[in-house]
């Protein structure tokens, strides 16, 4: 980080359930001026791929803070997070309210029920690849020939199911911290894991402004709004 970026804003991205760091990699390109892309690399993935996977929402979420800690303390800074990142960044961001430090500037919360609602997390069993399979085909973003891989099911199975296990420990999220901070939440018209409740509850989230943005797409829409995104991040903390 050189001086030049002092008084840019660092977009700290969160990736989704089976995704890494690299999963923001097209954001890069289209960033505008004055943000700087900070995706966080998740353990047992990517450049940490020996890292043990978490155990507990709570280890994820202290050891990604102990990873942009340098940021909060020394940069404007918001925080966006797409379904499995969108409540690590909520809870994240709960964390560094506990700890007394910068808040966000903003925190953009993509593809993902509050936590507080009974079927905001997804459920499976620990044995059970078929189930997971007919989930995450179900999300869309993956094809099933995709999934059938030797790859997918060598690398990518294994951290999809370590992801989902780690976040049924999140379930007992029932109370709900209003944080001093402005939300934009985000999703697909045609998300069918938000189908099982009501996105708009995430205005119980914030003593701030919500808003709220929909797009055309399922549960991985973003994968084609990435320009409008980057512009809607832009356009609200400039």
């Not at 390109?29 to 507990?56: Q, T």
């Not at 994820?60 to 990873?67: E, G, K």
């Not at 994968?223 to 400039?238: A, F, G, R």
Request: proline share 3%; hydrophobic share 40%.
């Amino acid at each position: 980080m050189g001086k030049d970026d002092d008084k840019k804003t660092y977009i700290i991205c969160i990736p989704y359930a089976g995704g890494s760091a690299i999963s923001y990699s097209k954001w890069n390109p289209i960033i505008k001026d004055g943000l700087v892309l900070y995706p966080v690399e998740l353990a047992g993935r990517g450049e940490r791929s020996n890292d043990a996977f978490y155990k507990s929402s709570q280890e994820a979420v202290d050891d990604i803070f102990s990873r942009i800690k340098n940021i909060i303390i020394n940069h404007p800074y918001v925080i966006f997070g797409h379904s499995m990142g969108a409540l690590l960044g909520y809870k994240i961001a709960v964390m560094i309210k506990e700890k007394g430090y910068a808040m966000p500037k903003h925190l953009f919360l993509s593809g993902m029920l509050p936590p507080h609602l009974k079927d905001s997390i997804i459920t499976i069993n620990d044995n059970d690849d078929f189930s997971l399979r007919e989930i995450i085909l179900e999300m869309g973003g993956t094809s099933s020939e995709s999934f059938d891989s030797h790859l997918f099911q060598k690398v990518f199975l294994k951290i999809l199911r370590a992801d989902f296990l780690m976040l049924q420990n999140c379930m007992e999220m029932k109370n709900i911290n209003c944080l001093p901070v402005d939300l934009t939440i985000l999703h697909g018209s045609d998300d069918l894991i938000l189908a099982k409740g009501d996105i708009k509850e995430w205005i119980k989230y914030s003593s701030k402004v919500v808003n709220f943005h929909k797009f055309n797409g399922d549960h991985f829409y973003l994968n084609h709004y990435m320009n409008e995104i980057i512009e809607i991040i832009s356009k609200t903390i400039t």
